[in-house]
């Protein structure tokens, strides 16, 4: 790894302040990670602004020395995108957690990229209006963060992912000019750049400023949870439920495995451990129309061959049926030290095959799969567990890995559901786009980073890869 | 204009069959507006493709040649962006009207872009399922139009633009070269294609096929008319309606002009004559919920001063309640022989003052103005009737446009809410671009267009113009 050219700390330390840029390498070490066990790798330096003026100068000094810039969120991403690949100094957005504007008539919010996720929603809570899109990692993962990888979440069935939700950008692209990219209540005209930056891995700039749009808090929800004996019934219970026209908030499944976890784990959340699958099924709306929604999946669910349905009466108990999935990959980490989050999409109605599938090729390689998915998107996590101290056991990780992607690309999905590609997937766009399709994706990338300093080794394979 | 190159026409016809070349002056008249009357331009040729393979054709000779591709749906446009401003080539999708796949269970469809719609609609509809924007045009306009424009909708408050459905599409580039954006039922991975290709107006290249996701028709909905005697009055019915946490399917306002217009034309609806405003609301979703959101709505309006409110009880007097809204435009031609119809967005909580500005504005010029609007999504519709012959009046009505452009802008709005920027409005670009964000803008239309022959003249302003 290069070192910095000698003038880049004392510029980012006058662009800063002294307090704000970290290059002790034993402080760095708490950068070297996204909650992505695989890659694990310090940047040169990480800085700290507290604002678009500070970010911009910041961007202006290493465009000028040439170093590259590594935007990151809470680093939460799980596909190693805010890692700095290739060197360079990593842009931290810990400061900018200010929420700017709050405007409950308009439905709007302005924040700094930093924001926590739930604390733009508690924001916005005395108005009954709230952020829809809600990640499991939301108490921990930022508006930023989440602009970059346009995250969903349980309920982006019914919601939508982020892209739906951003209505503006203030972005400051690489070579430290500021612009702004849709944004104060204005609709994109002209080409939609919110759209496009939205989703771009930080491989564009950097956005300091997100503004965003809120909705009414549901009046009411159900919640429901279905215990099923095999993961195949579990699936049918949602083409049965899709198919009869409901429309769900959220739709998600745990498998045995993650029950299993879960319920060894602090986490317990009262699944029976003899289940093959639980289904959580929740509605919102207006109180009035939800009964009727309710009494429809349980029917659902028992023609499907459910062995029971429980109905959450009270706040308390739609948390205690939500525990399962919400605490699920926390509590994977018993059954061993490492664990791959896999991400990918297949159509809805190939769920059934493509987890039969992937059963097997756990089975093959000798490793342990627990999946927890959004059924109604399509969106799976087939998680694998493994220790990654050996080396043979991560090498039929990292194979077993490749196989569940290919077969998911195979049945019309895609390599990543809602975690991008990062530095992981990059090897498996190929797969999904031809070199023409890359070319142009490339083509966009230079026109907001023409010297490719702006988080390089990400989303995009060398020129030259692919087919 | 130049003519063109000796060996196009040929070429064209080799690539599509004599029979889809049009080169005859006459028949070229039919292509040389697109329902905005302030432009009209012949193209030197149109060619008529069948499929993606003959698109492909088609855009390489015209590159081969360096001659302007313009790409044209139905010309419902209202903005000039399917006339060939600077000469060249229109490339009509008449012929690509075949609806490929629809699959019900993944609630997805593919159809060729000059598919109608309506007919879209149609094709899903004996699966319970429908394509959710509704242009207004939705009976003429075809989908490609729709992608080009991310044209909106009477019902996209609820729905949102056609964005949100467009999942994939085959794209003929303007080299020639046919890519696919997403698709296959695959979300987006690597940077959002998609989403940036859908209202690009025809200027990154030719969108041949679209796949869609489909949601399901809504169980039931309740329509209501309100009749205000200000248009004030129901501007503030609608902010009630929105404060009490209701999300109306569609929200419209049609004012004392239009009402006069609609009444006095055949499609005369019942509205009375002499009220100030009436607005359009309506629910939908499953039945138990919509009394509870009827009851509530009409509270909202007579607590606004409504003087009546009515509901429909029955299908065929939803349409009716519906048909002064819908029948606005055609009525407009009452007024006078032209009509400029304008297109901007504020934030919703600007409407009252914006629309009492623009009601100033055309006393002034002694212009009449007659408003229809989404009001939900403060979508603004104000139209400017006039005689084209008259040349006084005609500068008039341009400059009073300019102005209520401005107004737009100074309340937070921008230059275009459904009806894209085309060839009308890339003046005002500047209005709501800097310069550096109208070159990020230029640098993402050349990935797709270096040569910059693909649609010319339209969207973005001459390189140089913009402050």
């Excluded at 930023?144 to 919601?159: Q, T």
């Excluded at 994109?188 to 009414?216: I, K, Q, R």
């Excluded at 009727?292 to 061959?305: F, H, K, M, Q, S």
């Excluded at 195979?410 to 590609?421: P, W, Y």
Aim: glycine share 10%; hydrophobic share 40%; net charge negative.
């Amino acid at each position: 790894m290069n070192t910095l050219p000698p003038a880049v700390l004392p510029e980012l330390i006058e662009a800063v302040g002294p307090d704000w840029v970290i290059s002790d390498p034993d402080h760095l070490l708490v950068y070297e990670a996204d909650a992505q066990t695989a890659h694990n790798l310090a940047p040169q330096a990480v800085v700290l602004p507290s604002d678009t003026r500070e970010a911009s100068r910041v961007a202006r000094v290493l465009h000028v020395h040439g170093v590259p810039m590594v935007p990151r969120g809470a680093g939460t991403g799980l596909s190693g995108g805010a890692l700095a690949m290739e060197g360079g100094v990593v842009v931290g957005t810990s400061r900018m957690n200010r929420i700017l504007e709050v405007d409950p008539e308009n439905r709007r919010a302005l924040v700094q990229c930093g924001v926590l996720n739930t604390n733009l929603s508690d924001a916005a809570a005395p108005f009954g209006l709230h952020y829809a899109p809600d990640p499991s990692s939301q108490t921990a993962c930022t508006i930023g963060g989440n602009v970059a990888e346009n995250s969903g979440g349980p309920h982006c069935l019914k919601y939508g992912v982020t892209s739906r939700y951003i209505t503006g950008l203030r972005v400051v692209l690489p070579n430290g000019d500021a612009v702004w990219l849709g944004g104060q209540g204005r609709e994109a005209s002209g080409f939609d750049l919110v759209g496009l930056f939205v989703g771009s891995e930080g491989c564009f700039g950097l956005a300091t400023e997100v503004e965003v749009a809120l909705v009414p808090v549901p009046e009411a929800t159900r919640t429901l949870l279905a215990i099923f004996e095999t993961l195949g019934d579990a699936g049918r219970a949602v083409t049965a439920i899709i198919s009869a026209g409901l429309l769900p908030a959220a739709l998600e499944i745990v498998d045995r495995n993650t029950i299993k976890a879960v319920e060894a784990s602090i986490f317990a959340a009262g699944y029976p451990t003899d289940a093959g699958a639980a289904l959580v099924v929740e509605f919102d709306g207006i109180e009035a129309g939800l009964e009727l929604e309710a009494e429809e999946t349980v029917r659902c669910c028992e023609e499907a061959g459910a062995r029971e349905v429980r109905r959450a009466e009270s706040a308390e108990e739609r948390l205690a049926l939500w525990k399962g999935r919400k605490k699920a990959f926390g509590a994977m980490g018993r059954l061993a030290p490492d664990l791959l989050v896999q991400d990918a999409t297949v159509p809805r109605t190939r769920l059934p095959e493509v987890l039969a599938r992937i059963s097997e090729i756990a089975d093959r390689y000798e490793l342990q799969v627990a999946n927890v998915f959004h059924a109604g998107d399509g969106n799976l996590h087939p998680n694998l567990v493994f220790d990654r101290r050996d080396g043979e056991e991560t090498r039929r990780v990292e194979e077993a890995s490749k196989e569940i992607m290919l077969l998911c690309v195979e049945a019309g999905g895609t390599i990543t559901g809602e975690h991008g590609v990062g530095a992981d997937k990059r090897k498996y766009m190929p797969l999904v786009f031809s070199n023409k399709e890359l070319e142009v994706l490339r083509g966009v990338k230079r026109v907001f980073d023409p010297a490719g300093l702006c988080n390089p080794g990400k989303v995009l394979p060398e020129s030259g890869v692919g087919s």
